[in-house]
Nanobody, 116 residues
Framework: QVQLVESGGGLVQPGGSLRLSCAAS????????MGWYRQAPGKERELVAS???????TYADSVKGRFTISRDNAKNTVYLQMNSLKPEDTAVYYC??????????WGQGTLVTVSS
């Protein structure tokens, strides 16, 4: 009954920006650490960014300085602001819990395509 719904993806030119949203339900959201993952064609799913209940953040080296993860506990939503997008950022983006435990079932994700 825990549900995570990603949205906000789309087609954007290199150097452009997108803001992804992850709406959560069926959990004590404010107590959970959350993460954004992505999976490009032919590649493994990788952790892009994470945020703890206290607001501490981590980022993959490939996105550091360009992406920002944030959360709004009142809205049960996690965001990923993506700036200076590169073609290498093209992937399906997913959100999931980081703590206390990652969900085994992944959601639909949202597709981000960076192309000129």
């Amino acid at each position: 009954q825990v549900q995570l719904v990603e949205s906000g993806g789309g087609l954007v030119q290199p150097g452009g920006s997108l803001r992804l949203s992850c709406a959560a339900s069926g959990m004590l959201f404010s107590r959970n650490a959350m993460g954004w993952y992505r999976q490009a064609p032919g590649k493994e799913r990788e952790l892009v960014a994470s945020i703890t209940s206290g607001g501490s953040t981590t980022y993959a080296d490939s996105v550091k300085g360009r992406f920002t993860i944030s959360r709004d506990n009142a809205k049960n939503t996690v965001y990923l602001q993506m700036n200076s997008l590169k073609p290498e950022d093209t992937a399906v983006y997913y959100c999931n819990l980081q703590w206390p435990a990652r969900l085994d079932a992944w959601g639909q994700g949202t597709l981000v395509t960076v192309s000129s």
